[in-house]
């Protein structure tokens, strides 16, 4: 079966290295974490100063990036686009209901956080009933290694480092006052079909409510919701087991 972006090729309409540029991406098959410039070529049927040259513009804009041995592998913006795509009609659905749930469940705030090229934004927030509560800006642009819903989407994301093997073995991280004074927080990560990453959920508080003690017995009831939001955006319905999500279960 042709894909759009070969039909589209086919009936002459369109731009076509808008088209060529879409087929590039296309090209990777899940599972596939990167590609040779001559695979690439040879899958798309274009010579591979053509491929090259679109990988390089696709590159410019985050959506494709070339590895240090030369192979390229897709970026940030093309995660984000997906995302961005799952969220257009999952936000009502399924991320606040899920956030509203937990935060009942824990008594604090629940925010949905993906990634955005360096940084992180909050998605979908639902604050908790507590007057003394932490407050995130939607849309608001936060570093990836300072806090744990950062920390979380870096080491779901296949980022080396010794921190981050451990928050991948555990399968969630817990902060206190790392990325601002006097907060707390306890994330997991949360993917779509295929353990495709989309970002991570995360409670949080003030520290002074959210010691280190609270936070690993919160650990938990965030990776059940999660995990819960994960099958959710897969489409799958079926309830999921309450456990950490192991390394094993996801692809970079």
């Not at 608001?140 to 806090?147: A, F, R, S, V």
């Not at 456990?243 to 970079?252: I, M």
Request: aromatic share 6%; charged share 20%; proline share 5%.
């Amino acid at each position: 079966m042709s894909n759009p972006t070969q039909s589209a090729q086919k009936t002459g309409d369109g731009v076509i290295a808008v088209t060529r540029a879409l087929q590039l991406l296309e090209a990777f098959a899940l599972g596939e974490s990167h590609l040779s410039l001559a695979e690439l070529s040879r899958r798309c049927g274009l010579h591979k100063t053509t491929v090259l040259r679109l990988a390089r513009t696709l590159a410019r804009s985050g959506y494709m990036v070339q590895r240090e041995d030369g192979e390229w592998r897709l970026g940030p913006s093309s995660g984000w686009l997906g995302a961005r795509y799952q969220a257009g009609f999952d936000v009502q659905n399924v991320l606040e209901p899920a956030l509203r749930e937990l935060t009942q469940l824990s008594g604090e705030s629940a925010a949905f956080y993906v990634r955005e090229g360096h940084v992180r934004t909050c998605l979908v927030r639902v604050e908790g009933p507590q007057a003394l509560r932490h407050h995130a800006r939607m849309g608001e642009g936060l570093p990836l290694d300072k806090g744990s819903p950062g920390r979380v989407i870096l080491a779901f994301s296949g980022e080396p480092g010794e921190i981050y093997e451990q928050i991948r073995q555990k399968g969630y991280h817990c902060s206190i006052g790392e990325r601002e004074l006097g907060v707390a927080t306890v994330s997991a990560p949360v993917f779509g079909m295929h353990w495709r990453l989309m970002g991570s959920v995360c409670i949080s508080g003030p520290a002074s409510r959210l010691p280190e003690a609270r936070l690993e017995a919160l650990a938990r009831t965030v990776i059940a919701a999660a995990n819960k939001l994960s099958y959710a955006l897969a489409g799958n319905s079926a309830t999921p087991a309450a456990s950490p999500v192991r390394a094993t279960q996801w692809h970079p």
